[in-house]
Structure formats: C-alpha cells, structure tokens
C-alpha cells in the first residue's frame, strides 16, 4: 500500500524563481494539505484541496497556489521565490472533506526540503 | 488568535523512566486532538488521537485530555532511546467556515541510555 509521495526530495532555486512540488496521496485518500515547516517550527498550514478545489486556506500570500488533479494528486507553485520561503514542504493526504475535516488523521509525505539563495 | 503551545524544550528524560509532554490550546470548543512524532529531517507520524476527556492507552504511550482546563499530554512509559525525537500536538480548531488543525511547535525529546 502505497504511502504518501512527494517529489522532488530537495531543491535549490535562485530568489524570484518559480517552484513546482508535486504530491501524491495515499491510496484511498481524497483530499491532500500543504504544509510549510521552517526549522525548529511546527508545520504551518498552506492551504487544502478537495475536488479538485482549495477548500481551506492558511496566511500564505497569493504567491503560493495549487491545483488537484482527477487523481487526486496534486501540486504546490511558489512564484517569486523570497529567501524566506525556504522550509521543508510537506503533504498530507487523509480521506473525506467536511465540517471536521481533520478528524481523519493526516499521513505525511517525506517532504520536499526547499532552499532559497 | 488560535494557539497551541507547547514547551520547547530539550526534555531530558533517562532511558526506562516515564516522559510526560504538554499541550495547551486557545480554543474552548475544540474536539480533536493529535500527537505526532517528527524525527530530525523526516516528516511527522501520528502517535496518538484523542477526542474525549480523559485517557486513552495505546502500547507505551497515554493520552491525556482535560477539555476544561484545556490541556492535553502524552505519556511515555518505559522511555527508549529510539523515543528521541520531536513531538508535535496538533488540535482541530473552528475556523470561520470550517475547521483548521493548529499546530504546536514541538518539544524536543532526548532519551538518555
């Protein structure tokens, strides 16, 4: 049974580049959340997708954004990269989307350590 | 403002002893509550949930909750070095239209052999 995965694992990008991070969730599961987690911080809630759609969203500026796909993979693009947005990105897939959505345990992903210079 | 705090740490426990780590939140109505266990550069793994008062057992590990005082912790029995790690509380709190997990920022724990 296939876990959450994410790629890449690590990537270095130049400041005011784009990145794309790709997520895939685990089997069974239908609606993925992005996370940010600096170093020595606990993660930091992006936003979610369900159906395809952003369901919930963190205080991230409009520089972060994302797409689901029918397959419910999904994607996270960071436009204009700033220094600050170097972090661990993390996904997590669980399965069901309502009024208590978290209660449906979130699996993680392995990450993706992003580095800004 | 929703908060989870938690102590920081390092926690130094020594090996066989019982750890004992902390949470607490802001919000009052809040109904699910998570543990998760993060090593250095790997991503978080849930221990243990929780959803109503009191404790709940699972192997070594106890969850405790008291909704009043609005404090949650997580036991640690019989401690193993491979218990070294950082630990996560995360509570499911009312958003304006839904609900969002919170998160702590951790309290380092380190099993002394």
């Known amino acids: 049974d296939a876990g959450v995965t994410q790629s890449p694992t690590h990537l270095i990008k130049t400041r005011g580049q784009q990145v794309t991070l790709r997520c895939s969730p685990k089997?069974?599961?239908?609606?993925v959340s992005w996370y940010q987690q600096a170093l020595g911080q606990g993660p930091q809630f992006i936003f979610q997708?369900?159906?395809?759609?952003?369901?919930q969203r963190g205080n991230f500026p409009d520089r972060f954004s994302g797409h689901q796909f029918p397959n419910y993979s999904s994607e996270l693009n960071v436009n204009a990269l700033l220094l600050g947005d170097s972090a661990l990105y993390l996904c997590?897939?669980?399965?069901?989307?309502?009024?208590?959505?978290?209660?449906?345990?979130?699996?993680f992903g392995n990450g993706t350590r992003l580095t800004v210079t | 403002q929703k908060e989870v705090e938690q102590n920081s740490g390092p926690l130094s426990v020594p090996e066989g002893a019982i750890a004992s780590l902390n949470c607490t939140y802001s919000?009052?109505?809040?109904?699910?509550f998570f543990w998760y266990r993060q090593y250095s550069g790997k991503s978080p793994e849930l221990i243990m949930s929780?959803?109503s008062n009191g404790d709940k057992e699972d192997g070594r590990f106890t969850a405790q909750l008291n909704k009043a005082s609005q404090y949650v912790s997580l036991l640690i029995r019989d401690s193993q070095p491979s218990d070294s790690a950082t630990y996560l509380c995360?509570?499911?709190?009312?958003?304006?239209?839904?609900?969002?997990?919170?998160w702590g920022a951790g309290t380092k724990l380190i099993i002394k052999p």
């Open positions: 929780i959803y």
């Open positions: 919000d009052r109505g809040s109904q699910s």
């Open positions: 997590a897939s669980s399965y069901g989307q309502g009024v208590r959505v978290y209660d449906s345990p979130l699996h």
């Open positions: 089997s069974g599961h239908d609606t």
């Open positions: 995360a509570v499911n709190m009312r958003g304006d239209s839904n609900y969002q997990l919170i």
């Open positions: 997708y369900y159906e395809e759609e952003e369901r």
